[in-house]
């Protein structure tokens, strides 16, 4: 009898060792990155009341009518959902903690977010984002800040094709001007849209702008624009987002189409899109958000911020070609008797504190095969311990990755050895052959 093995569900993906190393190295880079410019980490649980959700992205959004994944509390009959976003949270957890008493934040967090959509590459019902939030500050420099601050996350990355799309959804004010003239637009041509813009035309007609329909682009296209809404200070803002992001020398092109998917953004919208990902094109997106403080019950307070992709970035890291560091061991220790056993317990402890990255060959078998094993790990360099150099204490080191006469040395010689080889060998990674015994 046979019994099933159980497998992730559809959508939720595990991450293997194989592609560990890019993960680690995009985490890295971008969290050295946002700390050069001030941001602190905070983190959030991945569920939260329902109500979040539902009155920060908006009831008529695709991802609360159709992609939440929502459920009954059984011990209070609380509604619960796994987060789909991370701004919202962030949100809360400020006007919860009283954050902004201290003066304005600068914060980052990073995690899975769910969302019950048909998975795709690109497109997953577990997906991890680097979510940034800029609360507290009104003005456009914060807006170019958090733009400036991407665009060196990506030439930290090494990715070249990335580009910008900028717009402004204005003000309230604005919006509601412009959702009258779209309104009656829409209107006289109601006979062309499909299902999905006839649900909206009443509730939120600028989502419309949004649809990916292929049948309904002339007709967007077409659409009364936004930006003519604008009142003077929406102008004045966006105008001087542009105007710094022209000083730092950042290229951008101006979308009047870009409204984005969530309910609470007003002012600066933006995307990083790039043509490698196929469909999938966006890696990053944000924007401004001054209402959402009061949205969720707390005192009115300018908000902005973005959030990346993870697994689009980590997809563009290999599109791209992006260097991703070695990662593999520096040493790796083989050993044969039980003094030499002993004293490579000890020796691995000391190394690792000088640096290394250290394994420490488990499991027993010969020489041969622990060398084999060591090959196969990536290691530069084995360690070779038997009875003789117990009783000496010292070690013999063994290159793996390239030409160099097995030596026998003093165990503090050994981290000078390996980092004396480390800019010419540590490049090259697993890309030779492993070491033939």
């Known amino acids: 009898m046979t019994t099933n093995t159980i497998q992730a569900v559809r959508g939720m993906n595990d991450v293997l060792p194989e592609a560990g190393a890019a993960w680690d190295h995009l985490e890295s880079t971008v969290f050295d990155c946002l700390r050069r410019y001030g941001y602190r980490p905070i983190r959030m649980p991945l569920v939260e009341r329902t109500e979040l959700f539902v009155r920060s992205i908006g009831e008529v959004t695709d991802i609360v009518e159709k992609e939440m994944y929502t459920f009954t509390d059984r011990l209070n009959g609380d509604s619960l959902t796994l987060r789909p976003e991370g701004t919202a949270s962030c949100v809360r957890a400020v006007l919860e903690h009283n954050l902004l008493y201290a003066g304005p934040q600068r914060l980052y967090y990073s995690g899975p977010m769910f969302r019950h959509e048909r998975p795709q590459k690109g497109r997953y019902r577990q997906f991890h984002q680097i979510g940034v939030e800029a609360l507290g500050f009104a003005g456009p420099d914060i807006d170019a800040e958090l733009i400036v601050m991407c665009a060196r996350i990506w030439a930290a990355l090494g990715l070249t094709e990335v580009s910008l799309e900028l717009n402004t959804l204005g003000d309230l004010e604005a919006r509601l001007r412009h959702r009258s003239r779209l309104i009656d637009y829409l209107q006289r041509h109601r006979s062309d849209l499909d299902d999905d813009a006839h649900r909206r035309l009443a509730s939120n007609p600028l989502r419309v702008l949004d649809s990916k329909n292929p049948a309904l682009q002339g007709l967007i296209e077409a659409a009364p624009r936004l930006t003519d809404d604008l009142d003077d200070a929406a102008r004045t803002h966006f105008d001087a987002v542009q105007a710094i992001l022209r000083d730092a020398g950042i290229a951008f ?185």
């Open 253 to 437: 092109r101006i979308n009047p189409r870009l409204v984005r998917g969530l309910d609470y953004y007003n002012r600066t919208v933006f995307e990083w899109i790039t043509g490698k990902l196929g469909a999938q094109s966006a890696v990053c997106a944000g924007g401004r958000y001054d209402g959402l403080m009061t949205q969720l019950g707390g005192k009115s307070a300018p908000a902005c911020g973005f959030a990346l992709g993870v697994e689009r970035l980590i997809d563009l890291l290999e599109a791209d070609g992006a260097h991703v560091p070695h990662r593999a061991p520096d040493l790796y220790v083989v050993h044969q008797g039980d003094g030499a056993e002993r004293w490579a317990w000890r020796i691995c402890e000391r190394l690792r504190d000088q640096g290394l990255r250290v394994v420490l060959h488990c499991g027993g078998g010969n020489f041969k095969t622990q060398l084999r094993k060591a090959d196969a790990s990536g290691a530069r360099f084995a360690l070779v311990l038997g009875e003789d150099e117990a009783a000496a204490g010292k070690v013999s080191l063994k290159a793996l990755r390239h030409a160099m006469q097995q030596v026998l040395v003093d165990v503090d010689e050994v981290p000078g050895l390996v980092n004396a080889h480390h800019g010419r060998i540590g490049a090259m990674g697993n890309t030779l052959r492993p070491h033939e015994e």
